[in-house]
């Protein structure tokens, strides 16, 4: 079992240039994220600001979150 974890481990391990990559994404989504709570500080709508919100992060994230929901 231990092996097979490892392994699991050795798989999981990315190039310099992929780690680069995530770390763009990151804070590509960070600054996304940033601007739909701007948004909804300047009380334009929670659909408006969704709607630029997925937008900026369209390729990004996972989902139409941007690889973020919360509950309201």
């Given amino acids: 079992?231990?092996?097979l974890g490892a392994g699991a481990v050795a798989q999981e391990r990315h190039t310099p240039e992929q780690?680069?990559?995530?770390?763009?994404?990151?804070?590509a989504?960070?600054?996304?994220h940033?601007?739909?709570?701007?948004c909804l500080e300047r009380n334009q709508g929670?659909?408006?600001c969704?709607?630029?919100l997925q937008?900026?992060?369209?390729g990004l994230g996972i989902g139409k979150?941007?690889?973020?929901?919360?509950a309201h």
Avoid: S
Avoid at 19 to 27: G, Q
Avoid at 55 to 58: D, I, T
Avoid at 65 to 70: E, L, P, R, T
């Fill in 1 to 3: 079992m231990l092996a």
């Fill in 19 to 27: 780690i680069r990559r995530d770390i763009e994404r990151h804070r």
């Fill in 29 to 32: 989504m960070a600054a996304a």
């Fill in 34 to 38: 940033e601007a739909a709570a701007r």
């Fill in 46 to 48: 929670h659909e408006t």
């Fill in 50 to 52: 969704q709607n630029q």
């Fill in 55 to 58: 937008a900026a992060c369209k």
């Fill in 65 to 70: 979150h941007c690889g973020m929901k919360h």
